[in-house]
């Protein structure tokens, strides 16, 4: 997902309860997941859901959300640090979701999806579901895989070139739903990303309640 779609994202579902320097710092982590590094070396792929890594871009999900939790049950300890946990935490909520967000553009989710409801039509909010169980641990659902040779596709005339001489249909290039180039397709992933946001930001609410208490989820929501 290119970062301007990260951002509407990211900024539909928060910022009914973040104050905006508080949003800002989420969508800065959030954006801070891209670079070249991450795009085109495999080592930190798994925060993109690309080259074969459901698992590992899940444990990451989960290593964010303890470190959300954990944060916040120090807050009753480091009174005197509630700002710093803070911001820590919306880094930490920033990180994991950029993941889930990218969850949807870089897997066959989608296509799975369509498939099992027979429709590429407009789409209609009430029916489409992000956060199908069935879907989400599906044996056929894969990532996109990056190719360092993909980089030329970026290039004018030559990336043109390439796609009709080398296109896998495993790779990134072939499968993501980065923007609206891709058609329908990547109107169901945004909705799917804006639900999976939803689901991702509630877990996060609940734990920091549990940890921390309201003082914490106040906190967590407002920056100056």
Same mark, same amino acid.
């Given at each position: 997902m290119y970062a301007k779609y990260h951002i509407e994202t990211t900024a539909w579902v928060l910022q009914r309860n973040f104050s905006p320097r508080a949003l800002?710092?989420?969508?800065?982590?959030?954006?801070?997941?891209?670079?070249?590094k991450d795009l085109f070396l495999s080592s930190d792929s798994y925060r993109h859901f690309c080259n074969d890594t459901i698992t590992t871009g899940l444990?990451?999900?989960?290593?964010?959300?303890? &470190?959300?939790?954990?944060?916040? #049950? /120090?807050?009753k300890e480091q009174v005197d640090k509630p700002t710093e946990l803070a911001h820590r935490q919306r880094i930490a909520l920033g990180r994991l979701l950029h993941t889930v967000q990218d969850f949807y553009s870089h897997t066959n989710y989608?296509?799975?999806?369509?498939?099992?409801?027979?429709?590429?039509?407009?789409?209609?909010?009430?029916?489409?579901?992000?956060?199908?169980?069935a879907l989400l641990t599906h044996y056929e659902l894969r990532t996109a895989h990056w190719f360092a040779l993909e980089i030329l596709f970026h290039i004018p005339l030559i990336g043109a070139l390439l796609r009709r001489i080398w296109l896998p249909p495993h790779s990134h290039e072939a499968?993501? &739903?980065?923007?609206?180039?891709? #058609? /329908?397709?990547?109107?169901?992933?945004?909705?799917?990303a804006?639900?999976?946001?939803?689901?991702?930001?509630?877990?996060?609410?609940?734990?920091?309640?549990r940890q921390g208490g309201s003082e914490a989820l106040h906190c967590f929501h407002q920056e100056g």
């Amino acid at each position: 997902m290119y970062a301007k779609y990260h951002i509407e994202t990211t900024a539909w579902v928060l910022q009914r309860n973040f104050s905006p320097r508080a949003l800002k710092q989420v969508i800065e982590a959030n954006l801070a997941q891209d670079s070249i590094k991450d795009l085109f070396l495999s080592s930190d792929s798994y925060r993109h859901f690309c080259n074969d890594t459901i698992t590992t871009g899940l444990d990451y999900v989960e290593e964010q959300h303890r &470190l959300i939790e954990q944060l916040a #049950g /120090l807050s009753k300890e480091q009174v005197d640090k509630p700002t710093e946990l803070a911001h820590r935490q919306r880094i930490a909520l920033g990180r994991l979701l950029h993941t889930v967000q990218d969850f949807y553009s870089h897997t066959n989710y989608v296509d799975l999806w369509l498939r099992e409801h027979h429709t590429e039509q407009t789409p209609i909010i009430d029916v489409i579901d992000g956060l199908d169980q069935a879907l989400l641990t599906h044996y056929e659902l894969r990532t996109a895989h990056w190719f360092a040779l993909e980089i030329l596709f970026h290039i004018p005339l030559i990336g043109a070139l390439l796609r009709r001489i080398w296109l896998p249909p495993h790779s990134h290039e072939a499968m993501h &739903l980065d923007s609206p180039e891709r #058609g /329908l397709r990547f109107v169901y992933s945004m909705i799917m990303a804006q639900q999976r946001t939803a689901k991702e930001y509630q877990r996060a609410v609940k734990a920091i309640i549990r940890q921390g208490g309201s003082e914490a989820l106040h906190c967590f929501h407002q920056e100056g």
